[in-house]
T-cell receptor, first 113, second 117 residues
Framework: AQKVTQAQTEISVVEKEDVTLDCVYETRDTTYYLFWYKQPPSGELVFLIRRNSFDEQNEISGRYSWNFQKSTSSFNFTITASQVVDSAVYFCACLGGYNKLIFGAGTRLAVHP | KAGVTQTPRYLIKTRGQQVTLSCSPISGHRSVSWYQQTPGQGLQFLFEYFSETQRNKGNFPGRFSGRQFSNSRSEMNVSTLELGDSALYLC????????????????FGEGSWLTVV
């Protein structure tokens, strides 16, 4: 069975600081998929990234970057030069079974002006 | 391109009643899954449908049921509501089988906020 751990419950930073959200996963599958979602107060889960287990390349999208390391079963998410609009709850998830996402507990990020 | 649409957005029900929530997936998507989000339990998988067939079900009592129609739209039903059923119910859609070689991205709707009083 899959398991996802987001050890950071809440993070508070000041605007323009860099911040890293940690994600550690457990799975017995040799092929698996990892996701990050952002949840603003409205409730919608906004898709940020999907990573396949056979592709260990790190990815950068604007101020967002992801560091995938199979050796440590981690898929960390970094926001560079954070902004107030980045304030939200962020979820890491692992795909198990037919479209069954196993979510971490989430990390609440507060970016203060 | 329209996203995943869920209705209603907010609703209040009384204990013992039943509720039906609706989800329209992204056009062309054939897989629909449902999740319950509560402060205590976090995000939990309810069930997943593909081509009108339930392929996977989470650990929820039989009061929770769902179905998918031929146009891929889905509904979930909760009967004999309990206070603990108060939650955000999220619907997600994806194109096809997630473990095919091209991978699969799962998109969520805005959710239905259910309050049971």
């Amino acid at each position: 069975a899959q398991k996802v751990t987001q050890a950071q419950t809440e993070i508070s930073v000041v605007e323009k600081e860099d911040v890293t959200l940690d994600c550690v996963y457990e799975t017995r599958d040799t092929t698996y998929y990892l996701f990050w979602y952002k949840q603003p107060p409205s409730g919608e889960l906004v898709f940020l990234i999907r990573r396949n287990s056979f592709d260990e390349q790190n990815e950068i999208s604007g101020r967002y970057s992801w560091n995938f390391q199979k050796s440590t079963s981690s898929f960390n998410f970094t926001i560079t030069a954070s902004q107030v609009v980045d304030s939200a709850v962020y979820f890491c998830a692992c795909l198990g079974g037919y479209n069954k996402l196993i979510f971490g507990a989430g990390t609440r990020l507060a970016v203060h002006p | 391109k329209a996203g995943v649409t869920q209705t209603p957005r907010y609703l209040i029900k009384t204990r013992g009643q039943q509720v039906t929530l609706s989800c329209s997936p992204i056009s062309g998507h054939r897989s629909v899954s449902w999740y319950q989000q509560t402060p205590g339990q976090g995000l939990q998988f309810l069930f997943e449908y593909f081509s009108e067939t339930q392929r996977n079900k989470g650990n929820f009592p039989g009061r929770f049921s769902g179905r998918q129609f031929s146009n891929s739209r889905s509904e979930m039903n909760v009967s004999t509501l309990e206070l603990g059923d108060s939650a955000l119910y999220l619907c997600a859609s994806s194109l096809t089988i997630p473990r095919d070689s091209s991978g699969n991205t799962i998109y969520f709707g805005e959710g239905s906020w259910l309050t049971v009083v």
